[in-house]
């Protein structure tokens, strides 16, 4: 039977898929309007924006899945040293546990008798979450968050290249900007819904940043194009 997604690992997935639609929006907004401000051609930035597209989509892959399985190793070893810990000393184990819930104010008999329940029904889960923070059930899988990436990344960068690429020549980069901007406005408000952040500073900073962004790549465009 297929093993079916926790919620926190769903999160996971989400925040990946839009950190990568986040990015390719920004990352290739910042290229074709690079390319617009010192060529017209229209062959030009489509060429240059496939190019950042699919070179951002490899490397947000591939970064997705190197520091999910870095962080996926951290936890599989706190995994490995709690096991050691119960086996070698499990009485020691049960004592931290319960110190940890007298520590939150805890009456000593409602702490003890938590403990012991907790440690019947699964040390392991018990131990681990109270001493490392884990949830071992809710280990992200570097695979799904790096396919997550791989396909949000050139969704996002879609955007950008089409508006450049459709709207007419006297205002296709003025308009490229404006549905970029919105665009992020999008992702940020999705991105702190997420980490459960400030909606309101998530999407001025992804605002903001994909203005600075679209400015000086344009700026640089003019002075090599001019």
Known sequence: MKKQLSLAQKVNVLRASVMGANDGIISVAGIVIGVAGAHESNYAILISGIAGM????????????????????SEKQAIAQEKSYLTLNYDHEFQM????????GIKKELAYQATKEMMAKDPLVTTVRERF?????????????????MLSFPTGSLLPMLAILIFPEKIKIIATFIAVLIALALTGWGAAILSNANK????????L??????TVTYII???IGG
């Open 133 to 149: 923070g884990l949830n071992i059930n809710e280990i992200i899988n570097p695979y799904a968050a790096a396919l997550a990436s």
């Open 200 to 207: 309101k500073q998530g999407i001025l900073r992804n605002i």
């Open 54 to 73: 699919l070179a951002g989509t490899v490397s947000m892959a591939m970064g997705e899945y190197v520091s999910v399985s870095t962080q996926k190793d």
């Open 209 to 214: 940043s994909g203005m600075l962004t679209m």
């Open 97 to 104: 546990v319960e110190q940890k819930y007298l520590a939150q």
């Open 221 to 223: 465009g003019r002075i």
